[in-house]
């Protein structure tokens, strides 16, 4: 038997067939589809296909929505207990479970992301934010934040594009699960799967108006921040909008949660398992493209293990599979848009002009579509521009450390403070370092894992707040001690 | 009467743990109730707020990895000199303030006892607080409150030093450090507080007392990158929009509180959550 | 023996060599066997990998009921997996007990199974439990009788309390035994090392005394051949050839009883140690069941339905 050149996998496409994909959307308002006026392309950035076409709320839409919020919370979602509105969220959950497969497809199609990852990570996870927060619904007077909480009401909640459904869930599950009603704007470059979670609503027999989905841009989502009839904000995006939005509620009674930006360092001490780090560097940078909020960006390694793990980094990043985001084995989809695909091109020539070392896995990228391939820099120091801005791609900076102090102090040489990296198999340095470490999430010898139970949320300019866990629920709540 | 002329006490600030002059040399009259000059206090300015906020954060680290028993220790020390000093915090707020003695004397316990409380939560935050999260998978999951850094507060005009404690106190239960500005009319007693600090085992730049105009000084703290929080509590309702605004730049962590409240430490503390496979 | 100049056969550089391993993390490599194992492998890929499987296999029967008769029949199995198809690859090699291998390769050689090798167990097989006089004569035994190949198992024992140099010695002299025309495969019973450290210490450990080949299993015990089991094994062989400019071949044996799981040890030969690993003289499966799933397999892409376990012969 002559030894085989590759074993290449043949194709291996999920089927599309599984969704049903309207030419126009509307807007999810007092539990109907209401028609847009106004529309914009939504497409495939894998193929620059266009799925649909989108409606653009303006402040016509933004009003009859947050009516309709207030009038069910007023009406039906405050009267009814908390046992009830569980019942609701667990209907939900189920319901997503039972759907899981459209949904995977529908987010994959529309965002980039392999069917893999929308497959075995986003809806499974959505559908447990559901099923995890239904539970809490009738025991919010034991999750220790005070005998007087209640609900604030209506919640305006602004989502990304890199994990739409599963945003959707930790804003949506949290909210009606303390009791107040949502008025939920999706990114305008990902807004299918959560019009496909109003139908959810329908089947689950949610009380009108307790979920609105208005659909649009930036303006739709400046509408709903600035409404007077919003109680609460809830934001996960990029650190520049947070603090707009920041601005935007400062003069008013509104309370807000953010959920920003990060630059987040994945430390390797040189006693660490150096094939599960590979894994974990690989995870941390290029799970999801890079389009990670808490994406381990920054590399940080021990000065004496640099060449092995930098020899079998790159040994290991050229088995990333780049290709179409619906074949099962593709590893590293497509980026979610032309101008995010220029953003990481433009912060990579910064990177080389810098002095920066590039390499970049070779790939075979599909003639349309927005690809970019998994990139490393090396010599970079925190005086780079590509170790200080969040690229938000498959872009990672390699950094270099004697000793834990001098990891620890380049960790935290950040305005950002969501998420970090430890990989050490000694206890004491790695319980050590994560005190250290000035972040919300600290992931030691792992990466990139999430939990509806884990509170997950930034320090300093990476936001305000925790979503998930009992941590998570205070954010839906008032009269948690401040204002 | 006697003939001998007072010695008067010179007010002055208190930074890093020493008692300097305002680098501006402003000060400004205190006057009792009755209209009478009492003293002339400091008018901090914005460096005198730098040199602050740089005491502080020199501080923070040291403070912040004190064991949660050291820092009870440390305020309940407070409590003991304060309470050793009775006498004077209760003549001086009722010749300042001119408050009945009564009053005067329940402010000054309403103070120690309210530090006694404080002091008990050091060790207590994280176990109630805290939690093991049981994720769907081999890690062993954590979450923990973990102090913030650096945060500002403006204490309300009265009650001065009662108010002056509940803004300091929960601050630095979680292992931030704190500068405050004292209440403008009447920062008498809280200057001699700053004495009792000065005598009790406060580590250097952990708590840092300004005197001055709060129209003045809350801007600059509200916009200072080096702060991570702001106790807005002594500000008018009015400028708390301006406030909040100044402080996005760097999402500074802004509250206001209506009570003496866990949730007023809770509000200054972050929450930093672990995770660690679990295997073999 | 130069032993790669990795150690010097004296304790003191054994222990430094392994010594200098890093650790694995369990959760992690079990994390990446399981993304590994989703790979979905169809049409022209799947009818390859197929078989290359069947290339792979060492065809084994390893029971005290074992007579001339059955192992004269695994033997006609071996050369000509399914008798009405010539397509279809020989297995890798036969492995039988060391009193079955002159049955087996006269029987081979007289159906022109020249080609198929004969695996002899070896070395007080399964358990290891025997002085090295008796594993000496016992290894000794195969060789004459015509083995061209010895899978020895390590002394769990002596590797558990630390007796690294005793395992490692053990392995030499049998190397020395088997000289350079017969393939040592060295089987460390992986359910008995139980932690994933322990794998891979004894991957280097047997590679730097002459194993040609390191083999999870004897099939005795369980967990056998668990993907991260072999993931690490992978990884060894991996390093090990950037360490030496050697290649070491990896045994999986044990729990691989169908197309599917055949699959994802490919899978995991392709993305862990590489391509270059994707050979019989590389890479083998111990197995016996899993010969006719895969012959059914091959058969379903032939001709588009399910097959039958009818139209595959039973040994």
Known sequence: METPVNFDYAPAPESRAIVTIKPTYGHFIAGKFVAGRKHFPTINPATEEVLSQIALAGKAEVDSAIAAARKAYITTWSKLSGKERGKYLFRIARIMQERAREFAVLETLDNGKPIRESRDVDVPLAAAHFFYHAGWADKLEFAGLGTSTKPHGVAGQIIPWNFPLLMLSWKVAPALATGNTVVLKPAESTSLTALLFAEVCQQAELPAGVVNIVTGDGSTGALIVNHPGIDKIAFTGSTEVGKIIARAVAPTHKSVTLELGGKAANIIFDDAAIDEAIEGIVNGVFFNQGHVCCAGSRLLLQENIVDEVLEKLKVRMAKIRVGDPMDKNTDLGAINSKEQLLKIQDLSRVGESEGGARWSAPCDFPKKGFWFAPTIFTGVTQAHRIAREEIFGPVLSVLTFRTPQEAMDKANNTPFGLSAGIWSEKGSRILWASQQLRAGVIWVNTFNKFDPTSPFGGYKESGWGREGGRHGLSAYLKGVGHE | MSNRIDVKKTYKLFINGAFPRSESGRTYEIKNANGVFIANLCLASRKDLKDAVVAARAAQSRWNKASAYNKGQVIYRIAEMLESRRAQFVDEITVFTGTTKIKAQKEVTDCVDRLVWYAGWTDKLSSLTGALNPVAGPYYNFTLPESMGVIAAIAPETPSLLGLIDAIAPIIVGGNTVVVLASTKAPLSAMSFAEVLATSDVPVGVINILTGKKDEIAPWMASHMDIDGFDISGLDAQSHGAIRIAGAENLKRIFRFKSADPGRILAFLENKTVWHPIGL | ?315
């Open chain 3, 1 to 315: 023996m130069s032993f790669y100049g990795l150690v010097d056969g004296t304790e003191a550089s054994l222990k430094k060599y392994l010594g200098a391993l890093s650790g694995v993390d369990q959760v992690g490599a079990d994390a990446r066997a399981a993304m590994l194992a989703t790979r979905s492998i169809k049409t022209s890929s799947k009818r390859w990998a197929i078989d290359t499987a069947i290339s792979m296999v060492d065809l084994t029967t390893l029971e005290g009921a074992d007579t001339p008769g059955k192992v004269q029949a695994l033997c006609t199995k071996a050369v000509r997996p399914d008798p009405m198809n010539s397509d279809v690859p020989s297995v890798g090699a036969v492995c039988v007990y060391n009193d079955m291998v002159r049955i087996a390769r006269i029987h081979l050689d007289s159906i022109g199974g020249e080609h198929v090798g004969v695996a002899a167990v070896s070395t007080a097989f399964p358990s290891g439990r025997a002085s090295m006089a008796v594993k000496i004569q016992d290894t000794q035994d195969a060789l004459d009788a015509g083995a061209s190949e010895i899978d020895m198992v390590i002394d769990r024992g002596a590797f558990l309390r630390g007796d690294y140099i005793g395992v490692f010695n053990e392995i030499v002299q049998i190397r020395k035994l088997c000289g350079t025309g017969v393939h040592l495969k060295v089987i460390f019973e992986t359910g008995e090392l139980v932690t994933y450290d322990n794998v891979r210490k004894a991957s280097f450990l047997a590679m730097a005394a002459g194993a040609d080949f390191i083999k999870t299993s004897t099939g005795k015990v369980t967990p056998a051949a668990t993907p991260p089991v072999v993931l690490v094994m992978l990884e060894a062989v991996r390093d090990f050839y950037t360490m030496t400019n050697t290649r070491i071949g990896v045994k999986p044996a044990g729990g691989i009883k169908n197309t599917k799981d055949a699959l994802k040890q490919l899978v995991l030969v392709n993305e862990t140690a590489g391509p270059e690993w994707l050979t019989p003289t590389l890479f083998r499966i111990g197995a016996s069941s899993l010969l006719n799933d895969l012959l059914m397999q091959r058969m379903k892409m032939d001709d588009g339905y399910y097959a039958s376990p009818a139209y595959v012969t039973i040994d």
